[in-house]
């Protein structure tokens, strides 16, 4: 872990940070083995666009193609397992007076490794619900209708994330923006920053005073308090910051 040239007004600043926000993306369970949303676009589906599948508009021109796209990404996430990023994150929780998870991930991989509380913003792929009236299902009969109804009302099923052009959940955002303002320590990891409002929130951290520091495979290593970025895996990059931040803490180390 101290091989990592990290710097020490990060560290110090973790280690003095009396409310931390976390806000992760793809690129956080890229390790666990779950294509990021770009990268999903590969193999059998490099033919569509994102626009294509994950659209209201895209469900009603073919529900059945998106049922299948969503079938198949949510058995790669019923078999990943957290990664050491959110096992360090889950640590975390521990050491800091106070921690707000917010994730655009809907694979519930950071409640796995054990964080508690965590913000979805785009919802979360293993539940269900029907198009129509948002009707919950738990399960379903696929040999009559794919994708199967709602035993309720008879609308199609979707799953229970959020697309493009869709309002993200009302509490979950408010909370994430007030949380962005008042924290005084921010992450964010493994997210391209292509989508809003998930997008905005390093930006109102650092308005308000927070240091902020960006964990991604595409950005410069750059030091320049309150703003860093550091280039890595946020599987080793994670552990490595916590560790050196709590170098008697046993819990985040190897
Ligand atoms: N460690 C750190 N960062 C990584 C790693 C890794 N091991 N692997 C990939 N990344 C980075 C990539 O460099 C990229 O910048 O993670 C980022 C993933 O970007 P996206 O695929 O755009 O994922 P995300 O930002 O979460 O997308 C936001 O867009 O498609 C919608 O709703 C979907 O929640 C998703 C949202």
Redesign the pocket.
């Known amino acids: 872990m101290s091989d990592f040239n990290l710097p020490t007004e990060l560290v110090s600043a973790l280690r003095l940070a009396r409310h931390v926000v976390a806000l ?5 369970s ?2 666990s083995g779950l ?6 676009m590969t193999g059998l589906w490099a033919q569509y666009r ?1 626009e294509e599948l ?1 659209t209201p508009e895209a469900f009603q021109r073919n529900p059945k193609l998106v049922w299948e796209w969503y079938a198949w990404r949510r058995q790669l996430v019923e078999a990943a397992a957290p990664n050491p ?1 959110h096992h360090a994150l889950a640590a975390l929780e521990r050491l800091v007076p106070r921690l707000t998870l917010i994730t ?3 694979d519930s991989l950071h409640q796995l490794a054990g964080s508690s509380a965590v913000i979805e ?2 919802g979360n792929i293993r539940r269900t619900r029907c198009f129509a009236n948002g009707h919950p299902a738990e399960t379903w009969d696929e040999s009559k209708a794919v994708p199967p109804r709602c035993t309720i009302c008879g609308s199609p099923l979707r799953p229970g ?4 052009g869709e309002r993200l959940p009302e509490e979950a955002l408010n909370n994430a923006i007030e949380a962005s303002a008042t924290c005084d320590f921010f992450f964010s ?7 809003e409002p ?2 905005s929130l390093p930006q109102v951290a650092l308005k308000f005073g927070a240091t902020v520091i960006f ?5 410069e290593d750059k030091t320049t308090p309150p703003l860093f970025r550091l280039n ?6 994670l552990p490595a910051l916590v560790a050196a931040a709590w170098p008697d803490d046993g819990e985040v180390e190897g």
Do not use: C, Y
């Open positions: 992760t993306g793809a690129g956080i890229a390790e294509p990021t949303f770009r990268d999903a994102p994950a990023a655009q991930n809907v913003l785009h994330v959020v697309w493009f990891i493994g997210t391209s920053g292509m989508v998930a997008a964990i991604n495979l595409d950005v890595g895996k946020a599987g080793t990059l």
